[in-house]
């Protein structure tokens, strides 16, 4: 079932084409996570599924319904996490939870109680006084103790540190054994990488890539480590063979995932003694798009 569809949705303020037909779909039950470096668009195609935005062009539904018209309604079943999160100063801690899970409807007291524990999280400070990453805390908590269907959340961890970061996966997967369906964005590509079934790049207001983790690494290359017992000749003209380092009959290289078969081969030729290959980050991945891109850009 489609929980979450944007259809060819643009965004101009004034001039400025901020987002250019952009389209997604989330089922229900997965994590899609919505990379893009700064200003790429990300909090614009949130802010218009949150029916805080009016879109120039397109149409943005979620659970069918549409998302500036009805936002009254999908805002009973979505919880939201923004990066910088807003409190009212002089409410406690534990009352903007509150205030916050009234807002989204239904929610259990337990799980509340449950989350502030896990976060290490103190409810009973003034609002005003809490840190970046504390005021992150108070949205995350009042969004995992919600009954929400749908969980959109918008860079929630950039003030977290390392130990809150694993809290705060922890409670991805749980969300998502629960069914739910959860919209991640985020330009930390290890942490949308760990929690994703499919992600979408977003760059300069378009999607420019899409599709599971394995189809996105489908189209890039393998960091490989070899030994041969003998030189293997011409291995640099090879084609799918980039960024090759030898020392000795020590190779480094880069291999194309649709030539390995030959690669292999051929170096099969001359003994292999020792192979090691590691699967590319989505970070390598990323960076290698945002290279070929924005040299084309200049070849024009
Ligand atoms: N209200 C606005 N008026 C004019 N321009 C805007 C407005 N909101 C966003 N923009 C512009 O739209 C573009 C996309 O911004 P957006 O906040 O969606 O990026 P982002 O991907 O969320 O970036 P970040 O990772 O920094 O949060 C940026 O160039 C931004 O300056
Ligand atoms: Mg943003």
New binding site residues.
């Given amino acids: 079932m489609t929980v979450l569809q944007l259809d060819q949705i643009s965004?101009k303020?004034?001039n400025?084409q901020?987002?250019d037909q952009v389209s997604m779909e989330l089922k229900e039950g997965e994590i899609y996570g919505f990379i893009?470096?700064?200003?790429?668009?990300?909090?614009?195609?949130?802010?218009i599924l949150l029916g805080m935005?009016k879109a120039t062009e397109g149409r943005a539904t979620l659970f069918g319904k549409d998302a500036w018209k009805d936002a009254a309604d999908i805002h009973k079943r979505c919880a939201y996490v923004p990066?910088d999160v807003y409190v009212w100063p002089n409410l406690t801690g534990g009352e903007v939870i509150d205030v916050l899970l009234k807002m989204n409807g239904s929610y259990s007291e337990k799980k509340r109680d449950e989350w502030i524990e896990r976060f290490q999280f103190d409810p009973k400070k003034k609002a005003r006084s809490y840190s970046k990453g504390n005021r992150q805390k108070i949205a995350l908590i009042a969004a995992f103790a919600s009954e929400a269907d749908l969980f959109i959340l918008?860079?929630p961890t950039s003030g977290l540190d390392p130990l809150m970061e694993h809290t705060f996966q922890q409670g991805v997967r749980e969300v998502k054994e629960a069914g739910k369906t959860v919209l991640l964005?985020s330009?930390i590509l290890s942490e949308v990488e760990k929690l994703c079934d499919r992600v979408a790049i977003?760059r300069k207001?378009k999607i420019i890539e899409r599709g599971t983790l394995d189809d996105l690494r489908h189209l890039t290359r393998m960091q490989m480590q070899v030994e041969t017992r003998e030189t293997p000749e011409g291995f640099v003209k090879l084609s799918g063979v980039h960024q090759l380092e030898e020392a000795g009959r020590q190779f480094s290289f880069q291999a194309d995932t649709d030539h390995m078969e030959e690669i292999i081969n051929y170096l099969n030729k001359y003994g292999v003694r020792k192979m090691e290959s590691t699967p590319p980050t989505l970070e390598d991945l990323f960076m290698r798009h945002y290279e070929e891109r924005s040299g084309e850009e200049n070849n024009q």
């Fill in positions: 965004k303020f004034g400025f901020a987002l893009g470096p700064n200003g790429a668009g990300k909090s614009t195609t949130i802010r935005l990066g918008d860079e964005s330009h977003i207001g």
